[in-house]
């Protein structure tokens, strides 16, 4: 590997993080614009397995997304629709989100990830009674719900602080932030992708104060469209600032962007070698994030078992009923069986453990035959 190393000009970029040094600006930069995948793929499956061994996580989860009225007009966004009433706008009555939980009381699912529109007429007990709703039901799912988007939506709307809301919504049983909503963090693309929505510097203080009251959170990025290498490396940095701070992201979660239906439209998607680069990067500039996740609605099955190889070592969970991506174009299955996520992981060659929210180990799989999973196996 050192010959492939040296002609891919990595093998400063490797020695550096064989000794633990991390790596800047102009340094991720050269990672974008290195030719040679395998190489870059390499270096991050190091550090994968210097983490995580063979080790893939992924949880029993289920997704609602109990209202698309929304009063943000992201350019990317598929699933939004700006006032109720408008042709395909939705809003589930309480009972109707309760009820999808209900239908899967007796299924061992663990989580329950709720993302919304931004809906300028819900009273704020609509999001308090509806994870007092979830916890009757099921009072050991973890709620993992509400982007730092919608978190600062509430405050703004309902006049209360950021740290009030949060604290409101942990009394009703919210348990952890999903990573939703960091789109790009530089000013340049939130300004022409997402001008309406909070800023980078609120979204990160959100995250910031759920940690500081005890609550885990997930950071995402949403890449292939108008952003450069530059602010996708500035994106990460700014988390990975954070993260020294605080400790409380668990994964970093790179979106792929999808182009169908909404204003982005003519821009292709990105490709699956991009998919694979980005989430290599991820893995070798984050280097205080535990797990790098692979979302399978948005890479494709096929992409996320490949990622395995290039630095990923989540990949999600079963994902029912899932609607913000299919709305932009995925041709992915709507749900995945927790048998056949454990069958994808095994065929990549990887050890499935299934997971709860906190990436406490509910179920590993025997290692198979060779040393798949066997922590000594991890490279030095
Ligand atoms: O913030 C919206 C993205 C996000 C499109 O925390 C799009 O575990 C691509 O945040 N093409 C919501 N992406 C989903 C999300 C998420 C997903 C999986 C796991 C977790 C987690 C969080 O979806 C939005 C936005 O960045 N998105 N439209 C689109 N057309």
Same mark, same amino acid.
């Given at each position: 590997m050192h010959h492939r190393l040296a002609a891919a000009n990595l093998l400063d970029l490797s020695d550096r993080l064989d000794a633990g040094e991390r790596l800047g600006l102009d340094a991720g930069v050269r990672l974008f614009a290195c030719p040679d995948l395998l190489a870059l793929g390499w270096l991050a499956n190091r550090e994968r397995e210097r983490r995580h061994g063979h080790r893939t996580y992924f949880n029993h989860n289920i997704r609602i997304e109990a209202t698309n009225v929304c009063v943000a007009s992201c350019l990317f966004c598929s699933f939004a629709r700006l006032r109720p009433g408008d042709a395909g706008s939705y809003t589930m009555s309480l009972e109707q989100a309760w009820d999808k939980l209900r239908q899967r009381r007796d299924e061992p699912l663990t989580e329950v990830h709720v993302v919304n529109g931004l809906h300028p007429d819900l009273p704020f007990t609509y999001y308090t009674d509806l994870l007092r709703g979830f916890k009757q039901i099921r009072?050991?799912? %973890?709620?993992?719900?509400?982007?730092?988007?919608?978190?600062?939506?509430? $405050?703004?709307?309902?006049?209360?602080?950021?740290?009030?809301?949060?604290?409101?919504? #942990?009394? $009703?049983?919210?348990?952890?932030?999903?990573?939703?909503?960091?789109?790009?963090?530089?000013? &340049?693309? &939130? =300004?022409?992708?997402?001008?309406?929505?909070?800023?980078?510097?609120?979204?990160?203080?959100?995250?910031?104060?759920?940690? =500081?009251?005890? #609550?885990?959170?997930?950071?995402?990025?949403?890449?292939? %469209?108008?952003?450069?290498?530059?602010? &996708?490396?500035?994106?990460?940095?700014?988390?990975?600032?954070?993260?020294?701070?605080?400790?409380?992201?668990?994964?970093?979660?790179?979106?792929?962007? %999808?182009?169908d239906n909404n204003q982005m439209r003519k821009l292709p998607a990105p490709t699956a070698a991009d998919t694979l680069r980005v989430h290599a990067v991820a893995r070798l500039m984050l280097d205080n994030i535990p797990h790098v996740k692979a979302f399978w609605i948005a890479t494709g099955v096929e992409v996320a078992q490949t990622s395995l190889w290039f630095g990923v070592d989540d990949l999600d969970g079963t994902v029912q009923e899932e609607r913000i991506y299919h709305m932009a174009g995925a041709v992915t299955p709507e749900a995945l069986t927790t048998t056949a996520i454990r069958r994808l992981i095994r065929a990549a060659g990887r050890t499935p453990v299934e997971r709860d929210t906190l990436y406490r180990v509910l179920h590993e799989d025997a290692s198979p035959g060779d040393a798949h999973g066997d922590p000594a196996r991890v490279v030095q």
């Open positions: 009072p050991d799912v %973890h709620l993992k719900c509400f982007t730092a988007v919608e978190i600062a939506f509430f $405050a703004d709307l309902y006049g209360m602080s950021d740290e009030h809301v949060l604290a409101e919504l #942990m009394t $009703a049983g919210l348990d952890s932030l999903p990573g939703g909503g960091a789109e790009i963090f530089a000013e &340049r693309v &939130r =300004r022409k992708i997402c001008h309406d929505k909070c800023d980078a510097d609120r979204y990160l203080a959100i995250h910031r104060t759920a940690h =500081r009251l005890g #609550m885990r959170s997930n950071v995402t990025m949403l890449y292939g %469209h108008i952003e450069t290498p530059e602010e &996708r490396i500035d994106h990460m940095l700014r988390a990975r600032a954070l993260q020294d701070e605080t400790g409380g992201f668990q994964a970093f979660i790179p979106l792929a962007f %999808h182009p």
